[in-house]
């Protein structure tokens, strides 16, 4: 090697230490406001025990709501179907009117059974029933609530709102649209409810876990993401991964293990259940549905449930929904398939798998291929045209 | 069938519910026990964390009164906290920025209610006030770079704090003007901005607007008289309509099961999709605040001197009433007026040869001529 070059790797490695030394621990401890922040044991103490309270507070209002509200949906309902809102938002009838039509169209579009359940859309402002010095959040969001009252079955949509947006949010229920994207109807999980009946305890166990977001949408024709769109030109739009959940990661690069956490153990990827699956725990509410921000793990995975129906068909669906078993067993027993599996084709079905490892995709290592051999082809022959001349 | 239940003044019912769970719920009385039984310990928590915090503010406080001497300096009613060395540059930074770009301010209320501070060095030090306003505290608006920031940054950071403050005066403005929403017009975008952004609205009134028409600029500004249907037919030609709806629901397996969504997209009915757009209660005008508070802007600049302080009193009118009380001008003459300055500050549709091709050109030169040398990185 020329005495040249071992003087400019030597400056090289040499920067590579300083900058490692400078890098890499122990560090100093410091702040950018420049002085050292010690612990925070008050600041802890007091996060972990409002976080208890605000929990606690939300449940107990979701407690009272259901008791006032499923009152007025059971007791009101015109032919199985209800809408509650509040007096006074100045909303006009025919707006309501048309949702209502609109809802039993939903209905009956499916083969929901009305007479033996209601069906109850309830426009609640978000603040309603809280006390002076509490505070709560104002998401706009749609609560489900089911359960059986003076004898008669139940599924109620509850949709929070900000008093003075009620026009607004009725306005999106009416054009099928969320907060940012479009959504497939104003029933939520009620649909599956409304079809099937009283979900069995393993599976309505399973919904409140977390799994009522595959429920949200209802299954519609329409496209999935080809594997040209997905994957771009020569396919180098998927060779930076996404990062999210590992397990989600390991489930879309093709295993099948992985698939069956995310679909029978939801609580792990989804990131806002630490806050709604404690007041799902605690109070009557079942799902509490986010919309859009609601952490899908998964593209599309709140139309799994109906896919999963249009799949194998009402009568294994009704199997599988009315089972009593833990809803591995029950998917297992009902579809004849393990859920990890099934859910690995759906993946692959409606999104795609980019097979694991650093490796190109197999279109981009082509792709490429075949464009470095385009250009050494256009090279040859230019050069060969010169050699000629 | 339709009947619309009201839930005002609801009371808890007797009737016997059961909730469906596979989780263990809670009572109502087991709830409202814990509770109890937590709420005193959140109040010492609450009341241990303002001693931590009052604690932690006081040693910041006195540690900054030992390593940083810092003066107050005042340009017009702005307020700036800098440390003694830079007195001078922060002078003359905020003087200029507010002479360019708020000569129409002759009085702030809001500016009573703040304070700035100014550092623009690589030794920055912690800065407190005890500052109050006539409502209390004051809010601090820090204005903090390294000196490898370059003059423009800092400008334009000075113009977004001071225009921030100082837009806290039309709060009061009725709510007509606030759904207006035109953005903040004492940091509006500049005028050659503007131009690309209306060129490029999909929209006939802003054709039409750019070609002239001072009426449907007024319209596509969202000040015309027009509404609902009508005012969506004077936006969007039949065509721009159902594309609206076609990119909400584009690639999208959802908002199928809608009779009127299917109508629009699939059967292209016109009647259906305005229904959604009416329906849909979005605000739809083709102009956005970046555009419209460059009218404000422009109404401001045509007032001159005093004309915030007209805004200021324009609480109860419309936006038009408003403009016209700001800039003394009828809406319509200073529409016009914008328009011919939009048209004049039309930007050059050609990339011009400097900075960014002449760069370039440069660095490939560059590389050219070094490719071009016996290298030193040969092996062996």
Known sequence: MAHGMKYWIGIVATGCALVAIWLLPPNVASTTSGWIS??????????????????????????????????????GAVEGVAIAMPDGTGVLDDRVERLE??????????????????????YQPYDHGVSEGHRTSNQDRTETYIGSRDGMDYCLQVRTFHRGDLPLILARDLTDTDVLSPKSGVLGPCRFYLKYGLAGAGIQGWLEEGASAFAMESGSEGSTQSDFTRRGYLGFRTVSRSRGWVIVSRCLAGYAEACGQILLDPARTQSDAGHNREIVRRSPVVAMGT??????????????????EAEFGSEAFGKFWTSDESAAAAFEDAFGVDAGTWTLSWATSVRGIDPPGPGLPRSASSGSMLAVGLLLGIAFMRARKQKVA | MFRRLLLGALAASLGWTNALSGQ????????????????????????ELQAYEAHVREVARSWASEVARVDTVRVGQVRIITPVEQVEAARNLFAEVWEHHFASVDHSPALDEVLFTFQWSDARVPIFTDAVGPHGAVTVHPVEYDSRQSRAVVE?????????????????????????????????RSLESAYRIVAMTQSQASRACLSGDIDACASAMGLGTATGVRQIEDWYSPNERWSLIA????????????????????????????????????????Y??????????HALEVGGQGSWSRLRESADMTPSEALEHASM?????????????????RPDTYERLLPKSGLTMLWALFFAALAMRSTRWRMG
């Open chain 1, 38 to 75: 010690f612990g925070r044991a008050a600041e802890i103490r007091y996060d972990a025990i409002s976080e208890e309270y605000r929990w606690t507070y939300e449940a107990l209002r979701r407690v009272r709501w259901s008791d006032s509200l499923t009152a007025v949906v059971v007791g």
């Open chain 1, 291 to 308: 919309g859009p921000f609601s952490a899908y793990s998964l593209p599309d995975e709140g139309y799994m449930i109906a896919d999963l």
């Open chain 2, 247 to 286: 990119r909400t629901y584009a690639g999208a397996r959802m908002g199928r099961n809608s009779n009127t969504i299917a109508a629009c997209l699939d059967e292209r009915s016109i009647e259906h999709c305005d229904q959604i757009l009416v329906d849909a209660y979005r605000d739809l005008t083709p």
């Open chain 1, 101 to 122: 039509i609109k809802i039993r169209e939903e209905i009956t579009g499916f083969g929901g059974q009305l007479g033996s359940m209601v069906f109850g859309f309830v």
């Open chain 2, 24 to 47: 263990t719920q809670q009572t109502e009385s087991e709830l409202i026990q814990q509770l109890d039984s937590l709420r005193p310990l959140l109040e010492r928590a609450e009341a």
């Open chain 2, 288 to 297: 956005r605040s970046d555009v419209r508070a460059t009218l404000v802007a």
């Open chain 2, 329 to 345: 001008v009828p809406a319509e003459e200073l529409i016009a007026s914008w328009l011919h300055r939009l048209v004049e500050n």
């Open chain 2, 156 to 188: 334009a950071r000075i113009r977004s704090v001071l225009a921030l403050a100082v837009s806290m005066d039309l709060s009061g403005l009725g709510t007509d003007y606030r759904r207006w929403d035109p953005g903040n017009p004492l940091d509006a």
